[in-house]
């Protein structure tokens, strides 16, 4: 059985006035369903040490333990400030940092190492849907960026269509259970069926209150990865009890 997970990515948004908001989570995420809220770096301890019973993630880490890396943080410091998870991959580190599968497969590796979770980002722009190679891309940052090693506990995947993301645009269902079902299967392929049946999968890309019980309902779809409704919990507590509803 595979736990669902409600994961929230905060961003750059977010002061430590911020962390009301996830107190206003910790009835929700009493249910079935995982909570996880990334919130940006300079949270993470006070967020964790406020025991609210949601978990704590990093939104990056540096693939290397420690050294001259100006402005980076290791999974190490990820997990010493109370981080569970730790989300990599996302399209926007992809864009903004020039991040590629490489990258991603090696932060992967260390944030492994240091016992968190991952939480890996996938998904493909609108030009590259539109030239009907969705799952190619999809195929190819899969193999690119996931480490030999992976389990039903240290990762989870998130796909999240590019052109979705932040734009109110959400794929048909039928577009998302036929990425989320390709994903699957890709992970039984490469990790063996126990493995890749174990991973969760998450549907990321403009989810709201209103769409949630509907993207729920799909196929191999274990949860969301949440940016802006994830800010408040007025927001996010419905998405959440969507998924406990669904579970
Ligand atoms: C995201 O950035 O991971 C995301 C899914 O954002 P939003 O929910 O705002 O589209």
């Not at 079902?181 to 990790?191: G, N, S, T, V």
């Not at 990865?225 to 007025?234: F, T, Y």
Request: aromatic share 4%.
């Amino acid at each position: 059985m595979r736990r669902k997970l409600a994961a929230g990515n905060w961003k750059m948004n977010g002061t430590r006035a911020a962390l009301s908001e996830i107190a206003a989570m910790a009835e929700a995420a009493k249910g079935a369903a995982e909570v996880l809220i990334c919130p940006p770096a300079t949270l993470i301890a006070e967020a964790a040490g406020a025991n609210t019973g949601v978990a704590i993630g990093g939104q990056d880490c540096h693939a290397e333990a420690k050294g001259a890396h100006t402005g980076d943080l290791s999974a190490d410091m990820l997990k010493d400030a109370g981080a569970s998870h730790v989300i990599l991959g996302h399209s926007e580190r992809r864009e903004d940092h020039d991040e590629h599968d490489d990258h991603v497969r090696a932060k992967t590796r260390a944030a492994w190492e240091a016992g968190l979770v991952v939480v890996l980002c996938c998904g493909e722009t609108l030009a590259e849907r539109e030239a009907q190679n969705t799952l190619d891309i999809i195929g190819g940052q899969l193999a690119g960026s996931i480490p030999d090693g992976a389990t039903g506990h240290n990762l989870v995947v998130a796909y999240e269509p590019i052109w979705a993301i932040g734009t109110g645009k959400v794929p048909t269902t039928d577009q998302i259970g036929e990425v989320h079902d390709f994903i699957r299967a890709r992970l039984e392929k490469r990790f063996g069926e126990g493995v890749g049946r174990s991973v969760r999968l998450l549907y990321g890309g403009s989810v709201k209150p209103a769409n949630a019980t509907e993207i729920f309902a799909v196929s191999n779809v274990d949860g969301a990865l949440v940016g802006g409704a994830s800010l408040k919990a007025a927001d996010f507590v419905p998405i959440i009890e969507a998924l406990n509803a669904s579970a």
